[in-house]
Nanobody, 121 residues
């Protein structure tokens, strides 16, 4: 089970930190990813990290602005989002998958309920 938090309303150039807390059966080999879905658009991959290796991957659009951090004791992954832009506005979803390098939503088996991020111009 995944639970996101940390969304909100922020002005362009501002920052937010999203959190994804995993409960139940967790596996350090899992890949934890963030997707986002803007109104009228498909859900798109944003970034992923692997618990046991620390591998991280970010799409070009967020590279240098978004950063992962982890709190192992609470099985929580954070996504620090800086220099936010209006085009970052979307519902952000945390997801868990088994295979590294997967960008399609269908490759992820568990999802959180989503958290709204709104960036005003």
């Amino acid at each position: 089970q995944l639970e996101e938090s940390g969304g909100g309303l922020v002005q362009a150039g501002g920052s937010l930190r999203l959190s994804c807390a995993a409960s139940g059966r967790t596996d350090r080999r899992h890949v934890m990813a963030w997707f986002r879905q803007a109104p009228g658009k498909e859900r798109e991959f944003v970034a992923a990290t692997r618990w046991n290796t620390g591998l991280e991957y970010y799409v070009d659009d967020v590279k240098g602005r978004f950063t992962f951090s982890r709190h192992n004791a609470s099985n929580t992954v954070h996504l620090q989002m800086n220099h936010l832009k209006p085009e970052d506005t979307a519902v952000y979803y945390c997801a868990v998958g088994l295979q590294w390098g997967r960008l399609a939503a269908g490759e992820y088996s568990a999802w959180g309920q989503g958290t709204q991020v709104t960036v005003s111009a």
